[in-house]
C-alpha cells in the first residue's frame, strides 16, 4: 500500500431539506418559490490517509484531525453473521454482547471503570460481513485507550455468568421480536431472495442461543480476531506518528492462529418473481415487503442506483411516499433502500397498510417501479436526490467517530479511503438516462419477489389478481 497518501475531498455541502422537506410539495410545483438560491457548494478537505501494514499483516488507516480533543479507534475483522459455523447460526449475537464483557485481566466493571475515567465508551457491532471493536475517548488517553483495545480484541475471556447474562437477554429479545410482524415476514423475504446463502440467515433459532457456550465463543472469537484479517483505523487529534508507534506497541506482537475463515460465496444476483404469504390470523393490518438481491459493495452501477432509490423511495420526498402517502393514504411511512456488502446486496421495499388495501398498495409499488424503469425523471427531482445524497454524506461523516466507522466499512468492502473522495463526483454524474437504466436493470415490478405478513383470510382473495399466491412459513 502506499503511505501518506493524501486524499483531498472538493464535496459540496447541501441542504437536506432539499430533498426531504418538499415531500409535501408535488413534484410539478417543486421547488417551493420565493426561495433563495443555492449558496455555492464549499469544498472539504480531508486531511492525509496515512496506510501502513505492520508484518504481521494488520493494516492500519491513520487520519490526524487537529482541534477537538478527542480519538476515535475501529479495530475491525472479518467475519460476521454470515461466518457463523452452521450449527450455531446466531452465535453473532452473543459474541458481539460478551467481547467487551471481561479479559484475561480485567472484568467487565474494570473495563467500564477505566473507560469512564478516561472519559471514553466502547462500542462491539456485528454485521454481516464484519466484527468490530470501537474506542472513542480524549485523545491524551489515547495509549491507555489502545492498550484496553488491545485487550479487548486479543484476550477476551467470555466469562460464564457474563454469557449466561448475554444468553437470557437474547432470548427475551427474541420472544419480543417475535410479536413484530416482521420478525417472520424478514426470514421468508431473505430466503427467498438468498436462499442457501449465509446471507438469508436473519433470526436466530432460540434453542441454539440457549446451548451456546463460553468455549464456543471463544473458538469463533479467536477465529475472526486475528491480525492478518484485521485493520485499525485511527482518527483524532494526534500526529500519525504517534498513532502508528502506538499501534505496533500494542498489536505489533499479536500472532495468528489456527485456521482462517473460510470464504463467503457471492450471493445469488436475481430472484424469480413470487408472491408469498405469512399468515398472521386477526392481524388488522398487512407488512408488504418488496425487493430483490442486488449486486456487491463497489459495483459500477453503485452510485446511478443510490440516485434512482433516492427518487423511487429513499427519501421523504420520493415518488413512491407521494404516491401511496401522501395521495392514497394507505400508509404513513413507506420505505425503500438499497443495502450493499461485500459478497452481494439487496433492494427492499417495506410499508404497513390496512388489510382492505394491501393488493392497491401492490399495485401502486408496481406502478411506480416501472414508472422508473420506462420515464425519465424530471430535473427537479434529480437535483434535489443529489444534493439529499450528497448533504447526507458529508453530514454523516463529520465527527471522527464517524469518518473512522466509514473507513471501516469501506475496508470491509475491498474500497480505499480514496474512494471517500469518489462518491459525491459519483452522484454527480448520474443523469436521467442513467436513473431510466437503473429502473429497467433493478427496479422493474417482474423482477421483484413480494412476501407480506397479513390475516391470510383478509388478504389472499383480492392478492389473486397478481396470479399464484403462497402461504409460507418461516
Not at 260 to 273: D, E, F, M, N, W
Not at 433 to 450: C, H, L, W
Amino acid at each position: 500500500m502506499k503511505k501518506n497518501r493524501i486524499i483531498s475531498m472538493f464535496l459540496s455541502i447541501s441542504l437536506l431539506a432539499a430533498a426531504g422537506n418538499v415531500s409535501a410539495t408535488k413534484e410539478k410545483d417543486a421547488p417551493i418559490k420565493g426561495l433563495p438560491a443555492y449558496a455555492q457548494d464549499k469544498p472539504l478537505i480531508l486531511p492525509a490517509v496515512v496506510e501502513k501494514k505492520l508484518p504481521n499483516g494488520l493494516t492500519l488507516w491513520l487520519i490526524e484531525r487537529p482541534g477537538l480533543p478527542l480519538i476515535s479507534m475501529y479495530l475491525a475483522v472479518r467475519g460476521g453473521s454470515a461466518s457463523d459455523p452452521e450449527n450455531l447460526r446466531g452465535v453473532s449475537d452473543i459474541l458481539s454482547s460478551t467481547i467487551s464483557a471481561g479479559t484475561r485481566k480485567r472484568t467487565s466493571r474494570q473495563i467500564a471503570e477505566e473507560l469512564q475515567a478516561l472519559g471514553a465508551d466502547i462500542s462491539v457491532g456485528i454485521g454481516k460481513d464484519i466484527s468490530y471493536i470501537g474506542i472513542d475517548g480524549l485523545s491524551s488517553g489515547t495509549g491507555q485507550l489502545l492498550e484496553i483495545l488491545a485487550d479487548t480484541a486479543r484476550h477476551a475471556s467470555f466469562p460464564e455468568d457474563e454469557v449466561k447474562l448475554a444468553i437470557e437477554n437474547e432470548l427475551q429479545t427474541i420472544i419480543a421480536n417475535k410479536s413484530q410482524p416482521s420478525y417472520d415476514l424478514s426470514q421468508v423475504f431473505y430466503t427467498e431472495l438468498f436462499g442457501k446463502h449465509p446471507y438469508a440467515f436473519v433470526n436466530p433459532d432460540p434453542k441454539v442461543v440457549a446451548r451456546v457456550t463460553p468455549k464456543d465463543l471463544l473458538a469463533v472469537y479467536q477465529q475472526r480476531f486475528r491480525p492478518d484479517q484485521g485493520i485499525l483505523v485511527m482518527v483524532g487529534n494526534l500526529p500519525t506518528d504517534k498513532m502508528a508507534g502506538l499501534a505496533e506497541k500494542h498489536f505489533g506482537d499479536w500472532k495468528s492462529s489456527g485456521k482462517k475463515l473460510a470464504a463467503i460465496p457471492p450471493a445469488p444476483a436475481t430472484t424469480r418473481q413470487q408472491f408469498l404469504v405469512v399468515d398472521r390470523p386477526k392481524s388488522v393490518q398487512s407488512t408488504i415487503y418488496v425487493g430483490r438481491p442486488m449486486p456487491a459493495a463497489g459495483n459500477p452501477d453503485e452510485f446511478s442506483l443510490k440516485v434512482a432509490n433516492t427518487i423511487f423511495g429513499g427519501a421523504f420526498g420520493s415518488r413512491l411516499t407521494q404516491n401511496i402517502r401522501e395521495e392514497k393514504g394507505y400508509t404513513y411511512s413507506p420505505h425503500a433502500s438499497v443495502s450493499d456488502w461485500a459478497k452481494g446486496g439487496i433492494f427492499s421495499i417495506s410499508a404497513s397498510v390496512r388489510n382492505d388495501v394491501t393488493a392497491a398498495t401492490l399495485t401502486e409499488i408496481f406502478y411506480e417501479l416501472d414508472r422508473l424503469a420506462t420515464t425519465l425523471p424530471e430535473d427537479e427531482e434529480l437535483t434535489r436526490a443529489q444534493r439529499y445524497l450528497k448533504g447526507s454524506f458529508l453530514l454523516s461523516n463529520e465527527t471522527s467517530s464517524a469518518l473512522a466507522s466509514t473507513l471501516t466499512g469501506y475496508w470491509i468492502d475491498g474500497k480505499t479511503p480514496a474512494d471517500l473522495a469518489r462518491y459525491v463526483p459519483g452522484i454527480e454524474k448520474v443523469r436521467k438516462q442513467d436513473v431510466r437504466e437503473m429502473g429497467r436493470k433493478y427496479f422493474a415490478s417482474r423482477k421483484q419477489a413480494v412476501a407480506i405478513s397479513g390475516d391470510a383470510k383478509a388478504i389472499m382473495e383480492s392478492l389473486s389478481l397478481f396470479g399464484d399466491i403462497r402461504l409460507a412459513k418461516p
